[in-house]
T-cell receptor, first 115, second 109 residues
Framework: ETGVTQTPRHLVMGMTNKKSLKCEQH?????MYWYKQSAKKPLELMFV???????ENNSVPSRFSPECPNSSHLFLHLHTLQPEDSALYLC??????????????FGPGTRLTVL | GQNIDQPTEMTATEGAIVQINCTYQ??????LFWYQQHAGEAPTFLSY??LDGLEEKGRFSSFLSRSKGYSYLLLKELQMKDSASYLC??????????WGAGTKLIIKP
């Protein structure tokens, strides 16, 4: 595997379910990100981890819970979601989180539908 | 507040040239990125500008004017595979990326 991988690619869940999204990066990067992408809206940064430490939580509801066990893996735990949480969830990584020129490498995303 | 503006959709003809504009108002500036995103796929990096001027990379060029809060992405010799969304993003004073909503580019034969 190369680059940034995400599983599952598609997820349909009810509002009372609990599920987790997984992201893995094979680039040796130290920063990882969760984004939400809704149609015709800008990417919304949800969480940032730098060297496994969470450095950003952009007012994300507590029904989204991130976990970063090591610098290569990132999870997003989901519980009691709402239909408006349906979106594409993108994971990204970069060499560091505090260098201007660092580009972010994205995974293919998980298309989440909440019924 | 922080804001990135870019056109929602543009249409161009195969073989032609198209310019996609991006204007920004952010708290601080640590560079501007352009990404390409094909439908159903991940965004991929195209360019990074931090100094004023034009950066050329093959058929794609990116321009920045910091004093005007303005950038554009220039695509030459358009090909059908260039049909995609183009995302403008600015790195602010906290080194976070602020994203525009993207410009959907439609290429017609």
């Amino acid at each position: 595997e190369t680059g940034v991988t995400q599983t599952p690619r598609h997820l349909v869940m009810g509002m009372t379910n609990k599920k987790s999204l997984k992201c893995e990066q094979h680039l040796g990067h130290n920063a990882m990100y969760w984004y939400k992408q809704s149609a015709k809206k800008p990417l919304e940064l949800m969480f940032v981890y730098n060297f496994k430490e969470q450095t950003e939580n952009n007012s994300v509801p507590s029904r989204f819970s991130p976990e970063c066990p090591n610098s290569s893996h990132l999870f997003l735990h989901l519980h009691t979601l709402q239909p408006e949480d349906s979106a594409l969830y993108l994971c990204a990584s970069s060499q560091e989180g505090t260098r201007g020129s660092d580009e972010q490498f994205f995974g293919p995303g998980t298309r989440l539908t909440v019924l | 507040g922080q804001n990135i503006d870019q056109p929602t959709e543009m249409t161009a003809t195969e073989g032609a040239i198209v310019q996609i504009n991006c204007t920004y108002q952010t708290s601080g500036f640590n560079g501007l990125f352009w990404y390409q995103q094909h439908a159903g796929e991940a965004p991929t990096f195209l360019s990074y500008n931090v100094l004023d001027g034009l950066e050329e990379k093959g058929r794609f060029s990116s321009f920045l004017s910091r004093s005007k809060g303005y950038s554009y992405l220039l695509l030459k010799e358009l090909q059908m595979k260039d049909s995609a969304s183009y995302l403008c993003a600015v790195r602010d004073s906290n080194y976070q990326l602020i994203w525009g909503a993207g410009t959907k580019l439609i290429i017609k034969p």
